[in-house]
């Protein structure tokens, strides 16, 4: 029986190319671009002090389409290209015709495809770091770290962990969705740039309220839903792994928010919203690494850890050891894909002859081989430490080199003032600190006049 025509192989679908699984990646790396700009814009922009708004959404703004230019110039061949070394692939521009429309190294669709997804997934990652540096950094040297640490750090874990040429994919370790390669690595970026940068204003750190709750959890609505491409499209393929890792990214991230409030409300005696969303984030964080290789009871055992584990870290430990509060709950991901993989799961995932390698020491223990599954724990803590190491030293390197040209911290004065001093602008502008609307005579789109307003007469006038 033929096919439909509609169906049947041409020029613009070549018969390696599968049209279900193109038509899903790019939805997948949409909703992962989602995550960012809005989401990240509008959760940055809104959790900060209304001083800060501009300049906090603006900055995940700006690392979107930097990263964006660095990853189609070299990025995606350093990442996923020809082997240079062990860690890294060949510099090269990702724009010719002749590779993007080849078929990728992973799927059934276009490099194209493959291209966009990597890119919103490196530019997430550099948007994360951001997130630590709110309130503080000099906007002149963010615009040099972003593309810095996209080339030299970014680049060396997204090739050693998921280039099929990585020393660390060929000692297997799991990442399925990158625990390690995004969350891990903007953990510890993150906080090592901040040390470098230097801690808030004193007012900052004394008071930091949100200035708009509403629009904070409207970003994190934005970041959970956008999760489904990130943990959805890593098999690259519309897949039975797709849908599992799916579901378990929301039962994890349910879980974990639950957990948190449910502590919360124990502990200090009202369920916050703030808290929610840092139930939330750990949670989705956690299960990253393990959505498509783990059963969904292990999913919501993840949930109840990334839930508790985190919340004494940053609730009860912040003052006596801060560094937890940046990386435990990506950690605690990473070991526990290495005791929940279920090596069934891992065959659907990773479709490779050897998928008997990928094996969790629960199952392990179960079947009699916990040789491998200790291996499998080693593999996992050897990749942890690469990537704490690796992101230490670059992000420390990348900042000592700014601080030789730009300030990496802003002047005084532009901290104690905040986004009218940086930018000239404020998220706030419109009637703020008693200032009177002033109509514009002329409509600034169409250029076309308007009715002038009355002035405005103030009491003393009346």
């Known amino acids: 029986m033929e096919l439909p025509s509609n169906l049947l192989p041409n020029e613009a679908s070549p018969e390696w190319m599968n049209r279900a699984d193109n038509a899903w990646q790019l939805t997948a790396a949409t909703l992962v671009g989602m995550q960012s700009i809005p989401g990240l814009v509008i959760l940055y922009g809104s959790m900060v002090k209304k001083k800060w708004a501009v300049n906090s959404a603006f900055m995940a703004l700006y690392a979107f389409a930097a990263v964006i230019i660095c990853w189609v110039g070299w990025g995606y061949r350093m990442s996923f290209g020809e082997k240079l070394v062990f860690f890294l692939g060949k510099p090269g521009v990702a724009l010719d015709a002749d ?27 550099v948007i994360l770091i951001g997130g630590a540096l709110l309130g503080r950094m000099n906007f002149g040297a963010w615009m040099l770290f972003v593309p810095l640490w996209l080339t030299f750090s970014y680049t060396i874990g997204a090739y050693s962990v998921w280039c099929p040429d990585g020393w660390l994919a060929k000692l297997g370790v799991i990442d399925f969705a990158g625990g390690y390669v995004i969350h891990l690595s903007s953990g510890v970026a993150g906080f090592t740039a901040a040390y470098w940068v230097g801690p808030r204003a004193s007012g900052d750190r004394e008071s930091f309220p949100p200035n708009n709750m509403i629009l904070m959890l409207g970003g994190a609505g934005l970041l959970w839903m956008g999760w489904s491409g990130f943990n959805g499209g890593a098999p690259a393929v519309a897949s039975l792994d797709a849908s599992l890792a799916v579901l378990n990214t929301h039962v994890c991230a349910a879980t974990s928010l639950m957990t948190w409030l449910i502590l919360d409300t124990i502990f200090f005696g009202k369920p916050r919203v703030f808290g929610a969303i840092q139930g939330m984030i750990t949670g989705l964080v956690c299960i990253t ?29 912040h003052n006596k050891l801060k560094f937890l509060t940046q ?14 993989a279920m090596p069934k799961l891992c065959r659907l995932s990773y ?19 916990t040789s491998e599954g200790l291996r499998q724990m ?38 104690q003032i905040g986004d009218d001093a940086v930018h000239g602008e404020e998220g706030y502008a419109l009637w703020g600190d008693g200032e009177i609307f002033e109509n514009s005579k002329n409509n600034s789109v169409f250029d076309m006049e308007e009715f002038v307003s009355v002035p405005s007469k103030s009491l003393d006038d009346v």
């Open 99 to 125: 590779l993007l429309l080849g078929q990728a190294f992973l799927g059934m669709f276009p490099t194209a495809t493959m291209v966009f997804f990597q890119l919103v997934f490196a530019a997430i990652t």
């Open 289 to 317: 690494p393990a959505a498509g290789v783990v059963q969904g009871w292990a999913a919501m055992l993840m949930g109840v850890f990334s839930g508790s584990i985190p919340w004494y870290t940053m609730m009860v430990l």
């Open 327 to 340: 990386v435990d709950d990506t950690i605690l991901g990473g070991i526990l894909t290495g005791f929940f």
């Open 378 to 415: 080693g593999i996992q803590l050897v990749g942890i430490l690469f990537i704490v190491c690796l992101n230490i030293v670059m992000t420390s390197f990348i900042c000592l080199l700014i601080r030789t040209l730009v300030p990496l911290r802003l002047a005084e004065d532009e901290l």
């Open 351 to 369: 479709m490779v002859p050897d998928w008997e390698k990928y094996i969790g020491l629960a199952y392990a223990l179960q079947e009699d081989r």
